[in-house]
Structures are given as structure tokens and as C-alpha cells.
């Protein structure tokens, strides 16, 4: 732990973290240094965790990276907290990420951008790049984030580390901040396959406060043999193939690939005619979901209250004005946009169909291979402030991550090396749905 606050302090400028938990998080190691040298300590002792800020825990802050929660307290656990405290994880603080968790940089946090260890010019890659600085900086072992449509395995792929987002409804989102709740899901940003493995182990599975999660028994993924077993691999011919593709990024793809029929799995390159339906059906859902979510910041129930209103419709006007940022407030007004009567057929609808069409086709394909593959993003980290001018751009870099989170599938990220000016690469593999098991052994042969 003296390690992490040392590291810390030395990599305050990245801005990685929102607070560290200095005392409770020091109170934690020495009640479970007790433990071990008692012999009754679980199964995560030793592991120092970072959470993203909109990850609830007990009589700490949590603040989703906006002003509309500064300062606000929780007054109770996430289960997935509750799960690391359970196995006697310390948890070391609270990370930046995108305000609310809406973003693909980290330049949307009312607490200013992450920058990227391997070059602080450039991005962290978002909404969760305070979780991936924190693990690429060695500022904690491991940590969580939120992937709605890509939040860990993109900045995990800018910061060079293993950004799982499990199928949803393998974890529980019981105290994790709403943003488009059909979608939300934990994952783990992590510099192993086995810590990631061990993460999942504790976190997945049933819960009584969230009837979304899934029943079905959790796997011992740390028992996984890898190695042995041979699968058959698609390559998204469409996303590979895309002149938008930085030419570095699908050369180190191809070559892993390569190297894994070298291993004896086979690869197919498949076509998947959606592409361009992906974007679009994802940010009219997720806008419709978070502008519903988002009404319960009104100044009364929630957050950041404005003092001087005189009614109480200007209470609310003036204190979501002040309380949510530029970006948070351009998506309410679209998904409110697309809810209202006269739209509701023509946006939301119709992005629900499209959802329907991309889901059964990617559960078609994964009937007949093991594992989907496709980049993770069009480029490696860019620099800070290059794509805030136009939200389309930003929001069109999401392409690859959003179809797994449409089609409701597991995916991972897997780091690929460096560029030749020192950015990380990644390439993503998708499996069907409760397949982690899947994705994480396969993982190990990319690396
Ligand atoms: N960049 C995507 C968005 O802005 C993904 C965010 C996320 O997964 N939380 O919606």
C-alpha cells in the first residue's frame, strides 16, 4: 500500500484519481495483514483496488466526475464493493472518469482530463481513464470501471492494459451510478488475464438488489487451462478493412492473428453489413435511457442545489444548469428529444428494432465461431482536445466497442505492444453471451 501512495504522489500530475482513501484504505491493510497472519483471509488479500467515482462505497464520496454530486456521500455499498470488502481487497480510491460516465477521453470530468502515462499529451481514452492511468501507472494493481459502450475496454486499449466488459447481467449494477441501465455493466481493467479472471470470479453472479443479474452459476475462471483448446475465430472483415483504421493498429492485429492460427485456431474473415447502423441505434438508446435516468439530479432528491431560485421550477432549471457539464446536458436534451411523442416511433423505436437486428445476427455468427474479433478503436491515444470540437467524431470512435455492448455480449481488450512513438495498441474479442470463460483464455494467447 505504501508502494501505491508513494506511486501516487509521484504521478499526481496524470490526475488519475478523484480522491485517495489514505486513511480508510490504511485502516483496511492492517486489519487484513490480521487476517493473513491468522490464516483467515479471502481470497483477494493483498490486492489494492482503484474504483471508478461512480462505483458507490459506504461514508466515502462518490461523484460520477460531476459537480452535480460534488461533495455528495453514499450511504451504502455497491454490491461489487461490497464483494471486494468481502474478500478483503483494499480499495485505494476513487478514479476520474468522463462526467456521468459520457465520453471516449476523459476531457468530460468537471475535475479535468486524465492524461496517459506513456504520453500526457494524450488522452487517457474514456469514460473509465482514471481506472486505466491508475492500473498503467502502477497506482494500484487493479481496478473497476463502467463499460456502457466501450468505457473500459477503449481506455484500457489507450493505456496498454486487459479491459474486460462481461456479458451483461453477469455482474450486478446495484450502487453504480445509472447511465443507460439496458446497456451499464462493471468490468475490470487489469495488467493480467488471471487478475481479471479472479476479479470476475468474486464480483459475478446473483443479487438480491439487482434483478437484472443473471442466475446462472459462476465459473471457477481462475481454474481456466489455456493453451489446449482450439477455437474458431471471425474477423470482422468490414472494421479491419476500414480506411478509418490507423494502418499501425490493424498491421498489429493481423499479426497477432498470424501467430494465433500458427497456434493451430483457425480464422475467418466474415462480413457484418450493421456496421453503420451501430453508432446511430447506440447513441439514440443511451441518450433516451440517461436523459430518464438523469432527472432524479433536481436539486431536491440529489446533488447540487441552486440557493437563490424562488420558485420551484427555477429551482430545478437553475440547479441542473449549474450542476451538469456541456456534454451531460447535450445528451438529455437528444434523448429527451427522442422519447417525445411525436419522435418516439421514428428514433427510439425504430433504434430498438435495429437493436434486435444487430443482437440476432451477432448470435447467429456466434453460433458458428467460438470468438468475434475486431480493433477496439480507429486509433491509439490522440491528444488532448483534438476531438472536443466535434461530438460526432468522438462519438464515431466508439464504432467497434458499442456493438458487444448493443448485442448485450462479453468482449475483452488485449494489448498488442506499442507503436513506434511508444502508444499502446489492443485488439477486442467478443464471445457469446456468459462466455468470459472463453475470452479470458483465449486472451492469453494474444500476449
Ligand atoms: N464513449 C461512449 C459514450 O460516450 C461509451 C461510454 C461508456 O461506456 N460509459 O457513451
Known amino acids: 500500500l505504501d508502494h501505491y501512495f508513494d506511486q501516487i504522489r509521484k504521478f499526481e500530475h496524470l490526475n488519475a484519481f478523484n480522491e485517495v482513501f489514505f486513511e480508510s484504505a490504511g485502516q483496511q491493510a492492517a486489519e487484513i495483514q490480521h487476517k493473513i497472519d491468522q490464516g483467515t483471509a479471502g481470497k483477494l488479500a493483498g490486492m489494492v483496488i482503484g474504483i471508478k467515482d461512480n462505483i458507490c462505497y459506504q461514508g466515502h464520496q462518490v461523484t460520477a466526475s460531476s459537480k452535480m454530486l460534488d461533495g455528495f456521500v453514499s450511504p451504502y455499498s455497491s454490491t461489487v464493493v461490497q464483494r471486494l470488502l468481502e474478500q478483503d481487497a483494499v480499495i485505494i480510491g476513487r478514479l476520474n472518469c468522463d462526467e456521468f460516465a459520457m465520453g471516449g477521453s476523459n476531457e468530460t470530468s468537471y475535475f479535468g482530463p486524465v492524461k496517459n502515462a506513456a504520453d500526457p499529451q494524450r488522452v ?155 453508432v446511430p441505434a447506440y447513441y439514440v438508446l443511451t441518450t433516451a435511457e440517461a436523459s430518464s435516468n438523469l ?25 441542473r444548469a449549474e450542476g451538469f457539464g456541456a456534454e451531460v446536458k447535450r445528451r438529455i436534451l437528444l434523448g429527451t428529444f427522442v422519447l417525445s411523442a411525436g419522435y418516439y416511433d421514428a428514433y427510439y423505436q425504430k433504434a430498438q428494432k435495429v437493436r434486435m437486428l444487430i443482437r440476432e445476427k451477432m448470435d447467429l455468427l456466434l453460433q458458428d465461431f467460438d470468438v468475434v474479433v475486431s480493433p477496439v478503436a480507429p486509433t491509439p491515444a490522440f491528444p488532448i482536445g483534438e476531438n472536443t470540437e466535434d461530438p460526432l467524431v468522438m462519438y464515431m470512435a466508439d464504432i467497434y466497442t458499442v456493438l458487444a455492448s448493443l448485442a448485450g455480449i462479453p ?20 464471445a457469446g453471451h456468459f462466455k468470459e470463460d472463453v475470452l479470458l483464455s483465449l486472451s492469453e494467447s494474444f500476449l
Not at 411 to 430: D, F, R
Request: overall charge negative; hydrophobic content about 40%.
Open 124 to 278: 487517457a481514452g474514456g469514460s473509465s481513464g482514471g481506472s486505466a492511468v491508475a492500473v498503467q501507472a502502477d497506482l494500484c494493481l487493479a481496478a473497476l470501471g463502467t463499460d456502457t459502450g466501450g468505457s473500459v475496454r477503449q481506455p484500457a486499449a489507450f493505456c496498454g492494459c486487459i479491459g474486460l466488459k462481461p456479458s451483461y447481467g453477469r455482474i450486478s449494477r446495484y450502487g453504480v451510478i445509472a447511465y443507460a441501465s439496458s446497456f451499464d455493466q462493471v468490468g475490470t481493467i487489469t495488467s493480467s488475464v488471471s487478475d481479471a479472471a479472479l476479479l470476475l470470479e468474486v464480483l459475478a453472479g446473483a443479487d438480491d438488489y439487482d434483478s437484472t443479474v443473471s442466475t446462472k452459476p459462476v465459473p471457477v475462471y481462475t481454474a481456466l487451462t489455456t493453451g489446449s483448446k482450439k477455437y474458431k475465430i471471425a474477423v470482422l472483415k468490414e472494421t479491419i478493412e476500414s480506411p478509418a483504421l490507423d494502418p499501425v493498429t490493424r498491421e498489429a492485429i493481423e499479426a497477432a492473428l498470424v501467430k494465433l492460427k500458427a497456434q493451430g485456431h483457425s480464422i475467418d474473415y466474415v462480413s457484418f453489413d450493421l456496421l453503420d447502423y451501430l
Open 295 to 319: 432527472s432524479r439530479y433536481d436539486g431536491v432528491h440529489f446533488g447540487h442545489r441552486n440557493m437563490e431560485a424562488d420558485g420551484l421550477n427555477t429551482l430545478y432549471k437553475l440547479s
Open 411 to 430: 468482449a475483452i481488450a488485449v494489448p498488442l505492444g506499442n507503436n513506434p512513438e511508444g502508444l499502446p495498441l489492443s485488439v477486442q474479442l467478443m
